[in-house]
């Protein structure tokens, strides 16, 4: 009787599904990557990518289980500047003929206060790979007109482009760079539950 009774308990434990994961899928019409950084010491130049993609999957309703990957098509990188974004796209900068990707591949989703959290993950340029931490607020779920449920979120941070290889620069008289070493990065995503 003993053996049936366990028969019975593992067959229900095998039964059970572990939580399900919701998978999302980025909506790109209403999402952007988007960068800027000093220019002379005096001002800003942003700019952003055009072409990525990703995913997300999460069992929570808040997302704070979130296994998130994301990459990012150097070659569509925009500054409304033909000639500057060419010389990023070369090997001063992120030499995107030979290292086409940017990936992030998150590690961890850390609440951060009321829907606030901390996303650390890997972030890879020019197969150089580093931890980074980017500061996430959730804006919340909510259904479409047409039926679809949609969440979004800000995603910033900031990082020394020199970790990553993106070394080239020049100093100015009043000895400033050109181009500053810290670059803000700014991530607004829209996701549709799949």
Do not use: C
């Amino acid at each position: 009787m003993k053996s049936i009774n366990k028969l019975f308990v593992l067959f229900l434990l095998l039964a059970v599904p572990a939580a399900a994961q919701t998978k999302w899928a980025f909506d790109k019409v209403h999402s952007k990557v988007e960068f800027s950084v000093s220019h002379l010491v005096i001002s800003e130049v942003s700019g952003s990518f055009k072409n990525f993609e990703g995913s997300v999957e999460a069992s929570k309703d808040d997302f704070s289980d979130a296994k998130i990957d994301f990459t990012v098509d150097i070659n569509s990188i925009n500054t409304d500047n033909e000639n500057r974004d060419g010389h990023l796209k070369s090997d001063d900068f992120f030499n995107a003929e030979k290292f086409p990707k940017m990936i992030f591949k998150g590690k961890s989703l850390k609440k951060a206060g009321k829907n606030k959290y901390k996303l650390t993950g890997d972030l890879t340029i020019r197969d150089i790979t580093k931890s980074i931490t980017l500061d996430v607020v959730y804006n919340g779920t909510v259904k479409d007109p047409w039926g679809n449920t949609k969440a979004g979120f800000k995603v910033k941070g900031s990082l020394n482009r020199f970790d990553y290889g993106l070394k080239w620069n020049t100093l100015m008289e009043t000895g400033g760079a050109v181009v500053g070493k810290e670059v803000e990065i700014k991530v607004d995503l829209e996701l549709q539950k799949s």
